[in-house]
T-cell receptor
Framework: SYELTQPPSVSVSPGQTASITCSGD??????ACWYQQKPGQSPVLVIY???QRPSGIPERFSGSNSGNTATLTISGTQAMDEADYYC?????????FGGGTKLTVL | EEQLVQSGAEVKKPGESLKISCKGS????????IGWVRQMPGRGLEWMGI????????RYSPSFQGQVTVSADSSIKTAFLQWNSLKASDTAMYYC?????????????WGQGTMVIVTS
C-alpha cells in the first residue's frame, strides 16, 4: 500500500520560515494536500492541488510537489501556526495520510 | 454556510453495534464525496472510506474493509458510519469530511467529530 512519510516534529522561531516535508514514491505524479489540526479541533485544509490555498487561508501558507517530495512552507510563521500538520494524497480513490508533523513555534 | 454536523458522543460496550451520522447543509450533498477519518487518542489521521451519495458508490481503505459500513441517505443529506460489533480498539474520534469530484481536491469541509468510547 502507498505510504507518506513526514518528520515527527519541526521547530521554528516566530517570523521565520517553516518547511514541512512529505515523502512518497513518485508523489510528484499525484496531487498533494495539507491539513492543519490544532488541539481539540477538526483538521482544516490549508493546501490542495499541491499549491492552491482555499479561501480564507493566509498567503503565508504555500506548497510545492515534485519528484518524491511535497513541501508545505509557512513564511513569517506566527504563534497561531503552532499545530499538527498532515499531508495527504489520493491513491486509487483511497486517501493516504502522512503520519503528521508537530510544528512548534518558539 | 457549508457545513457537516455529526451526531453526538457515544459510550458503548464491546460487542455492541453503533451507527453514527454526518448531516450536510448549505451545499449540494449529492455532488460531493463524503469520507470518514479515524483519529485514535494522541494519534494521526487514518482514512476509512468514502461514499458518493449521488449513486452510493462506496470505496473502503483496505485496513477498514469488512470492519465498518459506510452508507448515505441522500433524501436527508446524511452519511453514516456503522459497526456491527465494536471492540475496545474502536475507541477514537471519527470525522466526516467532503471532497469534490477529482483527485486534485482535498477534504475541504469537516464535521466537528464524533467521539466513540468502547469500554466494558
Amino acid at each position: 500500500s502507498y505510504e507518506l512519510t513526514q518528520p515527527p516534529s519541526v521547530s521554528v522561531s516566530p517570523g521565520q520560515t517553516a518547511s514541512i516535508t512529505c515523502s512518497g514514491d513518485k508523489l510528484g505524479h499525484k496531487y498533494a494536500c495539507w491539513y492543519q489540526q490544532k488541539p481539540g479541533q477538526s483538521p482544516v485544509l490549508v493546501i490542495y492541488q499541491d499549491n492552491q490555498r482555499p479561501s480564507g487561508i493566509p498567503e503565508r501558507f504555500s506548497g510545492s510537489n515534485s519528484g518524491n517530495t511535497a513541501t508545505l512552507t509557512i513564511s513569517g510563521t506566527q504563534a497561531m501556526d503552532e499545530a499538527d500538520y498532515y499531508c495527504q494524497a489520493w491513491d486509487s480513490s483511497t486517501a493516504v495520510f502522512g503520519g503528521g508533523t508537530k510544528l512548534t513555534v518558539l | 454556510e457549508e457545513q457537516l454536523v455529526q451526531s453526538g458522543a457515544e459510550v458503548k460496550k464491546p460487542g455492541e453495534s453503533l451507527k453514527i451520522s454526518c448531516k450536510g447543509s448549505g451545499f449540494s450533498f449529492n455532488n460531493y464525496w463524503i469520507g470518514w477519518v479515524r483519529q485514535m487518542p494522541g494519534r494521526g489521521l487514518e482514512w476509512m472510506g468514502i461514499i458518493y451519495p449521488g449513486d452510493s458508490d462506496t470505496r473502503y481503505s483496505p485496513s477498514f474493509q469488512g470492519q465498518v459500513t459506510v452508507s448515505a441517505d441522500s433524501s436527508i443529506k446524511t452519511a453514516f458510519l456503522q459497526w456491527n460489533s465494536l471492540k475496545a480498539s474502536d475507541t477514537a474520534m471519527y470525522y466526516c469530511a467532503r471532497r469534490e469530484l477529482g483527485d486534485r481536491h482535498g477534504l475541504d469541509v469537516w464535521g466537528q467529530g464524533t467521539m466513540v468510547i468502547v469500554t466494558s
